[in-house]
């Protein structure tokens, strides 16, 4: 089975300048979550969609950041404009439905991808 | 506000000695936590997880124990290998409504195992 996998795995911007960051789940995986994790720090929250959903968007840090989940697959985050503050690493995560595990056995834990790591100049 | 609280950035321990990884949260709402292990340029890879009902769970040499009145959880790896050397995020979760929630990470811990 196929991982998470995010694309592109690194990309370097000038500040005032647009970026797209892709995420591709887990194939059956209802719940998508974006993270970010700066300069080291700790790994915060941006939003989770369930589906085509936003059901939680609160971690987002203002509106320059714009998340899409069109036809309830793939995932894109799109920085415009790009801040140096924005520098770090983008993480995606998806899971399985709390109820589709129980029934299927399986586990609705967070699996993430290997990140984007986005540097601003 | 970290709500979640890795304070020891890096470890170091002996293979084949005990490594404990320290969390401590504030938020009283918290009933799920887990620890993710996290690989140079890799996402984080779940690891073990427990509920606020539990005050242990353990999985092969991976036991995580939780002190609800300290707010206040550790993870145990008995014995430590060289493959455990990594970064150990300690994370925590609400499922108050029995779903998919956000989770609230720490800052990590590096742990390296010395050989």
């Known amino acids: 089975e196929a991982g998470v996998t995010q694309f592109p795995s690194h990309s370097v911007i000038e500040k005032g300048q647009t970026v797209t960051l892709r995420c591709d789940p887990i194939s059956g995986h209802d719940n998508l979550y974006w993270y970010r994790r700066v300069m080291g720090k700790e790994i915060k929250f941006l939003l989770h969609?369930?589906?085509?959903?936003?059901?939680?968007e609160s971690g987002m840090p203002n509106n320059r950041f714009l998340a899409e989940r069109t036809g309830g697959t793939y995932s894109t985050l799109k920085v415009q404009p790009a801040e140096l503050e924005d520098s770090g690493v983008y993480f995606c995560a998806s899971s399985q439905d709390v109820l589709t595990s129980f029934w299927t056995g399986g586990s609705y834990e967070q699996y993430f991808g290997p990140g984007t790591r986005l540097t601003v100049t | 506000d970290q709500q979640v609280k890795q304070n020891s950035p890096s470890l170091s321990v002996q293979e084949g000695r005990i490594s404990i990884l320290n969390c401590d949260y504030t938020?009283?709402?918290?009933?799920?936590f887990l620890w993710y292990k996290k690989y140079p340029a890799e996402g984080p890879t779940f690891l073990i997880s427990?509920?606020?009902?539990?005050d242990k769970n353990e999985d092969g040499r991976f036991t995580v124990f939780l002190n609800k009145s300290a707010k206040h959880l550790s993870l145990h790896i008995v014995p430590s290998q060289p493959g455990d050397s990594a970064v150990y995020f300690c994370a925590a979760s609400t499922e108050t409504n029995f779903g998919n929630e956000k989770l609230t990470f720490g800052t990590g811990t590096r742990l390296t195992i010395i050989p």
């Open positions: 427990i509920s606020s009902i539990k």
């Open positions: 969609f369930v589906k085509e959903s936003k059901q939680d």
């Open positions: 938020n009283s709402m918290f009933d799920y």
